[in-house]
């Protein structure tokens, strides 16, 4: 099994209608992340979580929305999707750069359209 | 504030020949530095990192990076690529520091020539 899981893998929506990604690992790390990738933009840090009572927004945080369900849970939602917000989204965990690298985990990525 | 160059797009190399891939950053504490490898379909293989000791790095797949800090740079080698090393490469820094987060570089795209 994947250290790093999102579900769905992949999810076809209408605008305006609630999407939520998940994600799961088994890493026991405390830190978790949402990225969305487009082309020729790399990737980009919507939120992120240090531990279960801590959110923190990214780069691109506006119309997205997360949960930290617990230390292994992470949800990505978008409360009213928009056709710009296609794109492939990735959840990734890490350590504590003070203690490791803080190197990231990714999962396989969850690819979102919205018509 | 923390940012990640990638000048080169894309980039067309023939196989065998030798490769680098260009990453300059900008982060005020002492980063640590990472390559990713994205392969058609795939999620995110790190390639290599550097957080401290030789500025030189070896990592998997036959690719190094050195850490340049006078430059500001962790530009990524290989001596001789393969049909298999085409891909999108991305660049990206943390910091050694309990409120770091991570960010990348938009990527560049690595054809290879038969």
């Known amino acids: 099994d994947a250290d790093v899981t999102q579900t769905p893998r992949n999810r076809i929506t209408k605008t305006g209608k609630r999407i939520m990604l998940e994600c799961s690992q088994t890493k026991g790390h405390d830190r978790m992340y949402w990225y969305r990738q487009d082309p020729g933009l790399g990737l980009r840090l919507i939120y992120y979580s240090f531990d279960v009572k801590d959110i923190n927004k990214g780069e691109i945080s506006d119309g997205y929305s997360v949960s930290r369900q617990a230390q292994a849970k992470f949800s990505l939602s978008l409360e009213s999707a928009i056709p710009n917000q296609t794109a492939l989204y990735f959840c990734a965990t890490s350590d504590l750069p003070t203690d490791g690298t803080g190197e990231l985990f990714f999962g396989e990525g969850s690819r979102l359209t919205v018509l | 504030a923390q940012s990640v160059t990638q000048p080169d797009i894309h980039i067309t190399v023939s196989e065998g020949a030798s490769l680098e891939l260009r990453c300059n950053y900008s982060y005020g504490a002492t980063p640590y530095l990472f390559w990713y490898v994205q392969s058609p379909g795939q999620g995110l293989q790190l390639l290599l990192k550097?957080?401290?000791?030789?500025?030189l790095v070896q990592g998997i797949k036959g690719f190094e990076a050195e850490f340049k800090r006078s430059q500001s740079s962790f530009n990524l080698r290989k001596p001789s690529v393969h049909w298999s090393d085409a891909a999108e490469y991305f660049c990206?820094?943390?910091?050694?520091?309990?409120?770091?987060?991570?960010?990348f570089g938009s990527g560049t795209r690595l054809s290879i020539r038969p």
């Open positions: 550097y957080f401290s000791g030789d500025t």
């Open positions: 990206a820094v943390g910091a050694r520091s309990s409120a770091s987060k991570i960010i």
